[in-house]
C-alpha cells in the first residue's frame, strides 16, 4: 500500500540532545512537509522541501534542519537550539506544490523531552 | 496575521443532525486552493473536500459539503447526518498561489456527536 511512514511513533529524548524524525513516501510525491501540533492547536509548518536537493523554511524552522537527498525520504532533526521541543510532528507530502494538490499526512511522531 | 480563522474552539451536534464547522480566509492572492482535514484522537490526518477560487459550484464529497461564499472570504464545512465516528477535531487550510509550497492551518474546531 501507498502511503507516508513516520517512525517511530514515540521518542523520548533528554534536554541538550539533538533528534531525528524519520520519513519516507512511496507515493511517487515531489513535494514533501514537515509540520508541529502543540496540545489543542492547529498545524505550523516547519520545513517544506518542493524537490530533491531543495527545502525552503517555513512559519517556525528555528531550531529544525531537514535535508532532502532522496525522493522519498525527508528526516527532520530536532536539535538542542529548540526551545520547546516537546510536541506532535506530522510529516506529509503531496503531488506537487500546487494550489489544487492536497497533502496527505503520515501517523505523526510524539516527541517529548525532558 | 491571521490568514484562517475558526471560530469555534467546539461544537455538539445530535446523531443523525447536521452541522456547519465556519472557517474564514484571508488573502488578495486571486487563486488559492481551500481544504478541510478530520483530525480524530489518534492522531491521524484525513483530507475531507477540497474548493478551488475558481470554482463555480460548491464541493461535495459524501456527506462533506463545502459553502463557498467567496465574497465574504468564508468556506464553511457541513456535515450532514452526523454520526459518532465524526468526531474529531476538523482543520481548515488554505494554499495561494503565490506560496504553494504552503498550506496554512487554521487552530481547529473540536466536534462532538451525541447519541
Known amino acids: 500500500d501507498g502511503g507516508i511512514t513516520q517512525s517511530p511513533k514515540y521518542l523520548f529524548r533528554k534536554e541538550g540532545q539533538n533528534v531525528t524524525l524519520s520519513c519516507e513516501q512511496n507515493l511517487n510525491h515531489d513535494a514533501m512537509y514537515w509540520y508541529r501540533q502543540d496540545p489543542g492547536q492547529g498545524l505550523r509548518l516547519i520545513y517544506y522541501?518542493?524537490?530533491?536537493?531543495?527545502?525552503q523554511k517555513g512559519d517556525i524552522a528555528e531550531g529544525y534542519s531537514v535535508s532532502r537527498e532522496k525522493k522519498e525520504s525527508f528526516p527532520l532533526t530536532v536539535t538542542s537550539a529548540q526551545k520547546n521541543p516537546t510536541a506532535f510532528y506530522l510529516c506529509a507530502s503531496s503531488i506537487q506544490a500546487a494550489v489544487n494538490s492536497p497533502l496527505h499526512f503520515g501517523n505523526g511522531t510524539r516527541l517529548t523531552v525532558t | 496575521a491571521q490568514k484562517i480563522t475558526q471560530t469555534q474552539p467546539g461544537m455538539f451536534v445530535q446523531e443523525k443532525e447536521a452541522v456547519t464547522l465556519d472557517c474564514t480566509y484571508d488573502t488578495s492572492d486571486p487563486s488559492y486552493g481551500l481544504f478541510w482535514y478530520k483530525q480524530p484522537s489518534s492522531g491521524e490526518m484525513i483530507f475531507l473536500i477540497y474548493?478551488?477560487?475558481?470554482?463555480?459550484q460548491n464541493a461535495t464529497e459524501g456527506r462533506y459539503s463545502l459553502n463557498f461564499q467567496k465574497a465574504r472570504k468564508s468556506a464553511n464545512l457541513v456535515i450532514s447526518a452526523s454520526q459518532l465516528g465524526d468526531s474529531a477535531m476538523y482543520f481548515c487550510?488554505?494554499?495561494?498561489?503565490?506560496?504553494?509550497?504552503?498550506?496554512?492551518f487554521g487552530q481547529g474546531t473540536t466536534l462532538q456527536v451525541k447519541p
Open positions: 487550510a488554505m494554499r495561494e498561489a503565490f506560496t504553494t509550497g504552503k498550506l496554512i
Open positions: 474548493q478551488g477560487s475558481y470554482d463555480q
Open positions: 522541501s518542493q524537490i530533491v536537493n531543495d527545502f
